[in-house]
């Protein structure tokens, strides 16, 4: 689960939900004493409206953060959250017009005032409209398609062929020997950055530097030799370097060292 997968309207989603969890603790009906009811004191409002429009917006995020979400009655999970969320806005809007229902003509029988709507009632409708309207305009949005939490900034690009910094991690940094001691090379051993023998030594085309990247959404990553199957996947809240440039295309080399193409570059964001 990956939760820098999150968007904008996400956070709005997650933000109504609590405003919705809040509201079932509040009065119902407006009035004085210790015995006004809430939410939790009527089932059916409760499971139809607050439960719903929580459990909506747990599947939403859940969605967004797993790589491959499942599915339920043929609908993604996204999907069947976004359908629970309406259906909580659509039952807030309709409690609130008819808060009593059929206790209105108990109430006008013994000639009693109806009560006033309670707060529960009033902050649960603005918290599932607000979590409708996020669910729904989250994809259709680019605002609210923005990443909640931003990519952390990477260290300043080594040049392409350079070696970089030491560290575990790093592809083609020196590993510590026993001791702590670096290895060092044996005699005749290339070293890192330098060519092969017989090998021509690589050099960016152009101006082009290398820099770090992230991408919106996952990726393939194809070889170099212009295969077609993928040889990694590249997932957001990841920093990338870019090494190469070959037309609207990027080389480039993942964490682990593997390098390969890049063919969709569109909405990759610059570290």
């Known amino acids: 689960m990956n939760i820098r997968s999150l968007t904008r309207g996400d956070g709005v989603v997650i ?27 009527n089932l059916g409002l409760l ?10 917006a747990a599947l939403i995020v859940v969605a967004r953060a797993l790589p491959q979400p499942p599915k339920v009655v043929g609908l993604d999970l996204g999907q069947l959250g976004v359908a629970l969320t309406i259906f909580a806005a659509w039952t807030s809007f309709w409690s609130i017009i008819d808060p009593l ?17 309670g707060a529960g009632l009033i902050l649960g409708l ?24 931003p990519a952390p900034r990477p260290a300043a690009p080594q040049p392409y062929g350079a070696q970089p910094p030491a560290g575990y991690g790093y592809p083609g940094a ?17 070293q890192p950055g330098q060519p092969q023998p017989g090998q021509p030594a690589a050099a960016p085309a ?11 959404v ?23 370097l870019a090494v190469e440039q070959r037309g ?3 080389v480039a080399q993942t964490q682990d060292g593997r390098r390969g193409v890049l063919q969709d570059t569109s909405g990759i964001q610059r570290g």
């Open 248 to 250: 609207p295309a990027l």
């Open 101 to 117: 229902g059929a206790f209105d003509d108990l109430f006008s029988g013994l000639g009693g005032e109806e009560p006033e709507t």
């Open 15 to 41: 933000g109504a939900a609590v405003l919705l969890f809040i509201a079932s603790f509040l009065a119902t009906f407006g009035g004085d004493g210790d015995d006004i009811p809430n939410a939790w004191d």
């Open 218 to 240: 996952p990726r393939p990553l194809f070889p170099e030799d212009g295969s077609p199957t993928p040889i990694a996947e590249l997932a957001p809240g990841t920093w990338y």
């Open 47 to 56: 499971m139809s409206m607050y439960v719903a429009g929580i459990a909506g």
């Open 174 to 190: 020196q590993q510590a020997s026993f001791g702590g001691q670096p290895q060092q090379p044996f005699p005749g051993q290339p």
């Open 126 to 149: 603005i918290a599932a409209l607000l979590l409708a309207a996020a669910a729904v305009a989250t994809p259709l949005v680019p605002a609210l398609k923005g990443a909640l939490l």
């Open 206 to 216: 152009g101006d082009f530097s290398p820099f770090w990247f992230a991408v919106p």
